[in-house]
């Protein structure tokens, strides 16, 4: 059974950093990455990484945001720094674009 269980979200001031984790268990996954989704607003890429560590980033977050896996403990990362207001959302962990997690709360006050 395939489960995704994302850690680290929570509540940050602007211009701080936040490192959120996802692990996967049930398979080994070959594309894995991070969505979010704000209130009234459509679930968006943040950033996605191949088993062989090939990574892409939405524009959004070029440059402040850097996305990670351990492949032996089948785990994801999203480093999230220089936070802004706009970057509050629930983050979503993905694996394979079938498989999805139960979201992470992060908030980001002004």
């Known amino acids: 059974q395939v489960r995704l269980v994302e850690s680290g979200g929570g509540l940050v001031q602007a211009g701080g950093s936040l490192r959120l984790s996802c692990a996967a268990s049930?398979?080994?996954?070959?594309?894995m990455g991070w969505y979010r989704q704000a209130p009234g607003k459509q679930r968006e890429k943040v950033a996605t990484?191949?088993?062989?560590?090939?990574?892409n980033y939405a524009d959004s977050v070029k440059g402040r945001f850097i996305i990670s896996r351990d492949n032996a403990k089948n785990t994801v990362y999203l480093q999230m720094n220089s936070l802004k207001p706009e970057d509050a959302a629930v983050y979503y962990c993905m694996a394979n674009q079938v498989y999805w997690g139960q979201g992470t709360q992060v908030t980001v006050s002004s």
């Open positions: 049930g398979s080994i996954f070959n594309f």
């Open positions: 990484i191949t088993i062989s560590g090939s990574t």
